[in-house]
């Protein structure tokens, strides 16, 4: 892969990248908001943060790399499926470090994978969502100077008319009322 491709690659993965600092923003306020030192707080924007702006930015590339389709949920949940917990690993090893602690991780080492693998659905969720809102914006002002932003930017827009051509279709679809071969003018299967 050339350098130029990477680049191209790296600069449509922003807006994952942007979705994992996010998440590294969240974690200092929960942490400020709950008592912790401002240092604490920051310290774990950082070795949370950073890890999944990271994983953000890969998912980002996997999506530029056609990896990946857009919006669609299940490559999403298995990346943060495996993605999640080991950020949250990392983060829950490393910040007591950090702190002047020991670099150890949690005790009940299988059993804060397993909660951190079922919280990842969730954070899936809010990922995907915020990537959806992120992406066409950064998409439609990069897209003059790089291809991949251009592609990705008219599939987000062929999407989106897909999306509201179907909500305006009107309830029943084509056939209401006159019954399809095989059912009643309801829509339920004839019996035979």
Known sequence: MTTTRIRTLAEVAVPGAASGVVAGIIVAGLAALV??????????????????????????????SSRVRLGVFAPAAIYWLVGFPLARLLHETVTPYLLGGSLSPPEDLLG??????????????GFIWLNE???????LRIKDHNPVAHQLFYTYARQAEEMEARRRRPPGGPFRGRGQAGTTATGRPRRT
Do not use: E, I
């Open 35 to 64: 008592g912790q030192p401002l240092g604490w707080a920051m310290l774990s924007a950082l070795t949370l943060g950073l890890p999944m702006a990271v994983l953000g930015g890969g998912y980002g590339m996997l999506v530029a």
């Open 112 to 125: 804060f994978l397993a909660y951190q693998g079922l919280v990842s659905l969730g954070f899936a969720v």
């Open 133 to 139: 809102r992120l992406a066409p914006r950064w998409l």
